[in-house]
């Protein structure tokens, strides 16, 4: 496994706007306030955790960046494009370049591998069956499904069903793909031939990666850089390279006692 991430896309000099831009975001349900004040960037090309305990606002966070969920306050915007605040047409059009891998894959049960991976190109194309069947097919092949285009989700096992979904939030080409724990339930070979799977088509497409995971293993092999929320605090504490933050002497207590078990099984770079 890699110590360390490969380099984002953007440097210092390119004058692309980051991918993500989130300003004094407030998140909630029903009345409750779980995130206040949150403001980070993603640069395009990121490898970028969201992290923290149980509870803290991980998955909440993530419906609000992709439209789930509208803010309570502040504002969310995509390659220099509102988002958050834009009427529901500009946004939907925005959609076209999300791709999301939801925790349980979310697969249609009734459809076979194939006709999910498509179906985002039948709600926003307007390819002929063949080319969205033909797509859909390379898709699955990108993931390593080759062969099992006709297999319905019952027929395979939960490592391949979350690859079938990656194929599918691939399936329009996006330039950010969110994920929301997508190792969750997976052993550990399993979830480190995902996270291989991952890196590698961020570092052949240059996509975008948001990740929200408490994976430790996954967060110190792929992150570019993380941010950390907290349950007490409803924002985040920290925010820089994981390995740097497990390696630093002293610093906030809670940041240390996340980190802390990944660095006994793993060699930690400043």
């Known amino acids: 496994m890699s110590e360390t991430p490969s380099k984002p896309v953007d440097s210092p000099a390119d004058p692309a706007p980051p991918a993500i831009e989130v300003d004094h975001l407030e998140c909630g349900y029903d009345g409750t306030v779980v995130l206040k004040d949150v403001s980070f960037r993603v640069r395009q090309g990121e490898m970028f955790f969201i992290i923290g305990g149980s509870g803290c606002g991980k998955s909440t966070l993530l419906r609000h960046l992709v439209g789930l969920n509208r803010p309570g306050a502040g504002s969310v915007r995509f390659f220099g494009l509102p988002f958050s605040d834009a009427d529901l047409g500009t946004r939907r059009a925005q959609l076209k370049n999300f791709g999301m891998l939801f925790q349980g894959g979310a697969l249609w049960s009734s459809l076979s591998l194939r006709e999910n991976v498509a179906l985002p190109l039948e ?5 002929s069956r063949r080319d969205r069947d033909e797509i859909a097919t390379l898709k ?15 027929e395979i096992s939960g490592g391949m069903k979350k690859r079938a979904a990656l194929a599918r939030a691939l399936a329009l080409d996006p330039a950010i793909v969110f994920f929301d724990e997508p190792s969750a339930g997976l052993d550990p070979v399993t979830s ?14 240059g996509t975008t990666m ?40 002293g610093g906030d207590p809670r940041i240390k006692e996340f980190l802390q078990p990944a660095t006994e099984a793993y060699t930690v770079r400043p």
């Open 123 to 127: 709600e926003h194309t307007g390819l």
């Open 210 to 249: 948001v990740v929200v995971s408490h994976e430790l293993a996954s967060i110190l092999s792929l992150a570019d850089r993380v941010i950390m929320l907290d349950r007490a605090e409803k924002g985040i504490i920290a925010e820089g390279d994981p390995r740097a933050m497990a390696a630093a002497k």
């Open 140 to 154: 699955l092949a990108q993931v390593g499904l080759a062969g099992f285009e006709d297999h319905y989700p019952s």
């Open 192 to 205: 480190r031939r995902l996270d291989e799977l991952i890196r590698g088509i961020r570092d052949t497409f």
